[in-house]
């Protein structure tokens, strides 16, 4: 069966500190990858996304980047963090596939702080 | 803009009642998915439904979809104290090919609460 996992779990950090986020996906390959944000009470926010390695689509101007270097890795990134990067980061993973395959499934999440 | 937009922002009901969440959208869709997010944890996947299909069932949950209307609604039957938590729904817009590389657009959510 396939699994995600995102680390840390927490993470408080101090503004213009770099953020380093990690998620992997076990169990399948070749997985489309995505990463959200989630403010305080909000929904939840596409920031990149992925469908192959070295493949990144930024969906909103931002202070975060990302990366896949490997098939089942994907990183969110920052060189220096803003007050406003704060929020819940959920990473999320879709088989590849035909038309059919459109069911996202959900890491646990990282809450980071910047203070 | 947010594309989905639920309503209402919060629902508070007893145990055994039914809880209806609706969902309005802007745009034309390729699917549209329910999750569920238990505090300060990931979403959970509960029904999809896609753009030529009217209502789908899935155990307790039933969802319909009006793309004239734009609008979509997940009806929770016989509900639990374990059904507490924040619904989503969740556009998933067509590519230029009519196909989808999943970015979900999600809306702000409905926060149930079902009291025993």
């Known amino acids: 069966s396939q699994t995600i996992h995102q680390w840390p779990a927490t993470l408080v950090q101090p503004v213009g500190s770099p953020l380093s986020l990690e998620c992997t996906v076990e169990?399948?390959?070749?997985?489309?990858l995505y990463w959200y944000r989630q403010a305080a009470g909000r929904g939840l926010q596409l920031l990149f996304y992925?469908?192959?390695?070295?493949?990144i689509s930024s969906e909103v101007p931002q202070n975060l980047s990302a990366s896949r270097p490997q098939d089942r890795q994907f990183i969110l990134s920052s060189k220096k963090l803003l007050l406003s990067d704060s929020g819940f980061y959920l990473c999320?993973?879709?088989?590849?596939?035909?038309?059919?395959?459109?069911?996202?499934?959900f890491g646990p999440g990282t809450r980071l702080t910047v203070l | 803009s947010q594309q989905g937009e639920e309503d209402p922002q919060a629902l508070s009901i007893q145990e055994g009642e039914n809880a209806t969440m609706n969902c309005s959208y802007k745009t034309s869709i390729n699917n549209l998915q329910w999750y569920r997010q238990n505090s300060g944890r990931g979403l959970v996947h509960l029904i999809l439904i896609r753009s030529n299909e009217r209502e789908k069932h899935s155990g307790r949950l039933r969802v319909t979809l009006d793309t004239s209307k734009k609008s979509s609604s997940l009806l929770i039957t016989a509900s639990r104290a374990a059904d507490t938590a924040s619904y989503f729904c969740a556009t998933d817009l067509p590519n230029a090919g009519g196909t989808s590389y999943g970015k979900l657009t999600f809306g702000q959510g409905t926060i149930l609460t079902v009291h025993p």
């Open positions: 169990g399948t390959s070749n997985p489309n």
């Open positions: 999320a993973w879709r088989p590849r596939g035909g038309p059919g395959v459109v069911t996202q499934y």
């Open positions: 992925s469908v192959g390695i070295g493949q």
